[in-house]
Structure formats: C-alpha cells, structure tokens
C-alpha cells in the first residue's frame, strides 16, 4: 500500500472513546421531541439528574427571573422559564453538560465547539419553523448533536485534532477537507452515533447529511445542513476560532448577531457563566 493514502481511522474505536451520554439526556430529548409532553413530563426527567435540576433552579432562582419567593419545584421552575425555553435549556444542558470543556487543548475549544452547535440548533429550528412540514424540536435536537462525530473523534486523539485544525486554519481549507485527509468523515461517524443512542431516524439522517448542499426547510436534513453553512460562513467555525486577516474586521450581520444573543443567553443557562467566547 502506497505512503500517500490516509490510513484512516476507525470510527467504532473513536465512537467507543466518546463517554456514554447520561440516560437522562436521551431521556430529555426523547421527552422534548414528544409533542404531547407538557412542563411536567420534562420535570419527572430533568429531577433524575441532580445537577441538571440544580443548573434550572439557579437559573430561575437569578436576578433575571426573580420572584418574591424562591422556587424550589423543578416543575415550577420550567413553568416560569415557559416550555420552549424549559426545553432548549434541558436539551442543551443534558447534552452540553456530559462533556465539559479542556483546557488543555488550544485550538480545538470544546466551549466554541458548543456554541456553534447551538447556533446551528436555533438557526435550523426557526428554519423548520418556515418550512411548517418539520418538527422544531427535532430540529433543536439535530442541531445540537449534528457535530458529535467530531467530538468522538477529540475523545479518541485531542493531538490529532489539534493538529488538523492547526493545518485547517494554516492553510485555510475547511476541517471537513483535513478530516478527509486523516481518513475520518465526522459526519458519518455522527450518524453512527446517533444510531447507537436509538435516536429517530430523521435526526440520524440529518447528522449524517448536514454537509451535503441540502436547501430545503421542507426536511430535517435540509435544515440542519443549512444552519451549518449559515453559521460557519458568518465566523462561527465548529469548535476553534478563526482571527480575521491583519487590517480588517469581521463585522455580523444583524439577524446573526440576533442570533448570537440567543446563543451566549443559553450557553450561560447552561454553563451558569457568561459566555466567554465570541465568533470573531
């Protein structure tokens, strides 16, 4: 076999490195894609987990949301947040939360790697929402996971990644063009993922699919594969920070910086600090 072929790298063996996500995060997004789930039905899984349930009641307990008396009922905390935000905030922690940020590794930020999902979570949410023929949960849901391949593969090697996004960033090329060189797809190692966590099948299509030029709001796989090029191309790269080119500034448009309002909002529900990193 010649030297110029990648050697690849297994995908089972990186999906295996990923710590198992917690049950009640499966349980969460199972319960938030459930359209006939109410605050309670959310409350019953969100109380399984300790620190989830602690992070929703300090969040509701805090200056923006205070009330005369403290709020000590999970089920009455996600009544006050209202539904749609009670279930972004539980998706988004129970997931999030299952694997924090390393500082030990430079150039792939796990903090970053998060608010780009995010992004991407909203964004392909309000896209199912124009389109009318998707689920906005699910969409949430995809978007938040569409990247976990990537994450599988930081869990198996964080020096390789470091070094792909080193090349990817030196010679100005996509991570996605670098992975393919090193013999990985992140998308498909997602899928696999997903399929491992006995996700819906639309979910599991949409990971898998999420760099395909998909243009439609009429699918999941549509949605999130437009989110991800409408964040990545205005800065918002998929877990490292790209600094504009010496003499000019990056400036967002308005609907993206809208966006990234909402975005530092629950990546501060969820981490109980404001956001620390911006899309420069």
Same mark, same amino acid.
């Given at each position: 076999?010649?030297?110029?072929?990648?050697?690849?790298?297994?995908?089972?063996?990186?999906?295996?490195?990923?710590?198992?996500?917690?049950? !009640?995060?499966?349980?969460?997004?199972?319960?938030?894609?459930?359209?006939?789930?109410?605050?309670?039905?959310?409350?019953?899984?969100?109380?399984?987990?300790?620190?989830? &349930?602690?992070?929703?009641?300090?969040?509701?307990?805090?200056?923006?949301?205070?009330?005369?008396?403290?709020?000590?009922?999970?089920?009455?905390?996600?009544?006050?947040?209202?539904?749609?935000?009670?279930?972004?905030?539980? !998706? &988004?922690?129970?997931?999030?939360?299952?694997?924090?940020?390393?500082?030990?590794?430079?150039?792939?930020?796990?903090?970053?790697?998060?608010?780009?999902?995010?992004?991407?979570?909203?964004?392909?949410?309000?896209?199912?929402?124009?389109?009318?023929?998707?689920?906005?949960?699910?969409?949430?849901?995809?978007?938040?996971?569409?990247?976990?391949?990537?994450?599988?593969?930081?869990?198996?090697?964080?020096?390789?990644?470091?070094?792909?996004?080193?090349?990817?960033?030196?010679?100005?090329?996509?991570?996605?063009?670098?992975?393919?060189?090193?013999?990985?797809?992140?998308?498909?190692?997602?899928?696999?993922?997903?399929?491992?966590?006995?996700?819906?099948?639309?979910?599991?299509?949409?990971?898998?699919?999420?760099?395909?030029?998909?243009?439609?709001?009429?699918?999941?796989?549509?949605?999130?594969?437009?989110?991800?090029?409408?964040?990545?191309?205005?800065?918002?790269?998929?877990?490292?920070?790209?600094?504009?080119?010496?003499?000019?500034?990056?400036?967002? &448009?308005?609907?993206?910086?809208?966006?990234?309002?909402?975005?530092?909002?629950?990546?501060?529900?969820?981490?109980?600090?404001?956001?620390?990193?911006?899309?420069?």
């Amino acid at each position: 076999m010649g030297d110029s072929q990648p050697a690849g790298i297994d995908i089972v063996a990186a999906i295996e490195a990923l710590p198992p996500l917690p049950a !009640v995060a499966l349980r969460v997004m199972q319960v938030a894609q459930d359209p006939k789930a109410s605050a309670s039905d959310l409350a019953l899984v969100v109380s399984a987990d300790p620190g989830l &349930s602690s992070r929703i009641l300090r969040v509701v307990n805090s200056a923006a949301y205070r009330r005369m008396r403290e709020i000590t009922s999970v089920q009455q905390a996600l009544v006050t947040l209202g539904f749609v935000q009670a279930r972004n905030l539980a !998706v &988004s922690g129970a997931i999030a939360g299952a694997y924090a940020p390393d500082a030990l590794h430079a150039l792939f930020r796990i903090e970053v790697f998060w608010r780009h999902a995010i992004a991407v979570a909203f964004k392909a949410a309000e896209y199912a929402g124009q389109g009318r023929r998707v689920d906005v949960p699910s969409a949430f849901t995809a978007g938040i996971v569409h990247n976990m391949g990537r994450l599988a593969l930081f869990y198996r090697d964080p020096a390789l990644v470091d070094q792909a996004v080193a090349r990817a960033m030196a010679e100005e090329r996509t991570l996605e063009e670098v992975e393919a060189e090193l013999g990985f797809d992140h998308a498909a190692a997602g899928e696999l993922l997903a399929r491992k966590w006995k996700l819906p099948e639309p979910i599991c299509e949409a990971i898998g699919r999420h760099h395909e030029p998909l243009d439609s709001p009429h699918t999941l796989a549509g949605c999130v594969a437009m989110a991800d090029r409408y964040v990545v191309g205005n800065g918002l790269l998929p877990g490292y920070v790209l600094p504009p080119a010496p003499g000019t500034q990056r400036i967002p &448009s308005p609907d993206f910086a809208g966006l990234m309002k909402q975005v530092d909002a629950l990546m501060e529900l969820v981490t109980g600090e404001p956001a620390g990193v911006r899309a420069a």
